[in-house]
T-cell receptor, first 109, second 113 residues
Framework: GNSVTQMEGPVTLSEEAFLTINCTYT??????LFWYVQYPGEGLQLLLKATKADDKGSNKGFEATYRKETTSFHLEKGSVQVSDSAVYFC????????FGKGNQVVVIP | DTGVSQNPRHKITKRGQNVTFRCDPISEHNRLYWYRQTLGQGPEFLTY????????KSRLLSDRFSAERPKGSFSTLEIQRTEQGDSAMYLC???????????FGSGTRLTVV
């Protein structure tokens, strides 16, 4: 089956800083790759996706590129806002998704 | 489109009781998924349906758990003889194809006391 490794620990950074959250995966076959976000008190929302190698998913200023050779799908945003404070989950899969433990991101004004 | 609806939002039950949760997916989505999420963890897959057929079940889904989607629309997840370890957020999601990502509901938080 599929599995995913996200970097350990919460991420705390100042407003307008650059954000990177690492995600590497193992998969059988050729999965689609997803980032989901969970804002405080809310349900999981699809943030962005990529369905084939070298595809770049983007949404709300976030980007992630499907790197098949390194089995990675790192999430980046150039200038974070306080409203980006949330938990971010990487999830590879086709139909059945495997979620990582998530990374809590705290953006300080 | 009213999104994925789950009921109840919260359920507190005594150990040994049975509980049932309901999920109403987005109406045109033929795939429906159940996941479980505990504090500090990502969602874990439990089972999924394509229309009314239950096509895959996780080994996490013990004999005490059963899910149905009788007419290919709403789904129910029942837990019999609940245990404290069943305390979690139970998430339902739906998708038109399974390959484009899911829309999640807000979840049902189960507390077994």
């Amino acid at each position: 089956g599929n599995s995913v490794t996200q970097m350990e620990g919460p991420v705390t950074l100042s407003e307008e800083a650059f954000l990177t959250i690492n995600c590497t995966y193992t998969a059988t076959g050729y999965p689609s790759l997803f980032w989901y976000v969970q804002y405080p008190g809310e349900g999981l929302q699809l943030l962005l996706k990529a369905t084939k190698a070298d595809d770049k998913g983007s949404n709300k200023g976030f980007e992630a590129t499907y790197r098949k050779e390194t089995t990675s799908f790192h999430l980046e945003k150039g200038s974070v806002q306080v409203s980006d404070s949330a938990v971010y989950f990487c999830a590879p899969g086709n139909n059945r998704l495997a979620f990582g433990k998530g990374n809590q991101v705290v953006v300080i004004p | 489109d009213t999104g994925v609806s789950q009921n109840p939002r919260h359920k507190i039950t005594k150990r040994g009781q049975n509980v049932t949760f309901r999920c109403d997916p987005i109406s045109e989505h033929n795939r429906l998924y159940w996941y479980r999420q505990t504090l500090g963890q990502g969602p874990e897959f439990l089972t999924y349906f394509q229309n009314e057929a239950q096509l895959e079940k996780s080994r996490l889904l013990s004999d005490r758990f059963s899910a149905e989607r009788p007419k290919g629309s709403f789904s129910t997840l029942e837990i019999q003889r609940t245990e404290q370890g069943d305390s979690a957020m139970y998430l339902c999601a739906s998708s038109p194809t399974g390959f484009d990502g899911y829309t999640f509901g807000s979840g049902t938080r189960l507390t077994v006391v």
